[in-house]
């Protein structure tokens, strides 16, 4: 059996198994403790998992798991392929990133991750600038934090993600069905919750996951 662990997150030390298929057909997902800290981990065959859109879906889904479970959990998100060569180099890193990973752990305390893509009809018949900021607004005031993704067309007039509170979380989606029944010409895209991935900033280098 390989001692590999592929690590999706991180969470305050609890406990954890899901019955959920990991990266890899995996059909065992566990916590690996260090100290203050669990690792959401499963079992691989290598350090350098291949790319691909079957275990990309896998890992957000594991990740989605961790943050509903037993009422919801707070979690750092790892980058897709983080794959550790046993559990003594995962909790050597744990180690050296705990001051960081406790840090980020109580900012993002309580909060999930929501995007929102708003496209103006092909007609151009909206008044985007109007819109764009009503809704930013709106949304911005019932949100902790914001930022601003790529405008890839020129029909999308928001593409933002927000960092929510999850007892905000019912009054956001209240303020999209809003936005939704008084601009049915507008497409909007509204997905999550999601971990925290575009408000959280660490980075455990390659060299950290094949040393021993």
């Given amino acids: 059996m390989s001692e590999n662990l592929y690590t999706y997150g991180i969470i305050k030390q609890q406990d954890l198994e899901l019955d959920v298929e990991g990266v890899a057909g995996a059909d065992r997902i566990y916590t690996v403790d260090y100290k203050t800290l669990s690792a959401v981990v499963s079992e691989i065959d290598t ?9 990309v879906e896998a890992h957000n889904t594991v990740l989605q798991e961790v ?15 983080m794959a550790f060569k046993n559990e003594r180099t995962l909790k050597g890193v744990l180690r050296g990133a705990r001051r960081a990973l406790r840090s980020t752990l109580n900012d993002i305390e309580g909060t999930v991750e929501l ?6 009809p092909a007609d151009d018949a909206v008044p985007q600038d109007d819109v764009q900021a009503t809704v930013t607004n ?11 993704n790529d405008l890839f067309t020129d029909r999308l007039i928001v593409n933002k993600s927000y960092l929510v509170d ?25 997905t999550g919750p999601w971990p925290p991935y575009n408000f959280v900033d660490i ?6 996951q094949q040393g021993g």
């Fill in 115 to 120: 995007g929102v893509k708003i496209l103006a």
């Fill in 166 to 190: 999850r007892d905000k979380r019912d009054a956001f989606d209240s303020a999209i069905d809003d936005v939704e029944a008084e601009h049915d010409d507008l497409t909007i895209q509204y």
């Fill in 138 to 148: 709106q949304l911005a005031d019932l949100s902790i934090n914001e930022t601003e």
């Fill in 203 to 208: 980075h455990i280098g390659a060299e950290q």
């Fill in 67 to 81: 943050l509903e479970y037993d009422g919801g959990h707070t979690v750092v998100p790892m980058s897709f392929g």
């Fill in 47 to 55: 350090t350098d998992p291949e790319r691909t859109d079957e275990d």
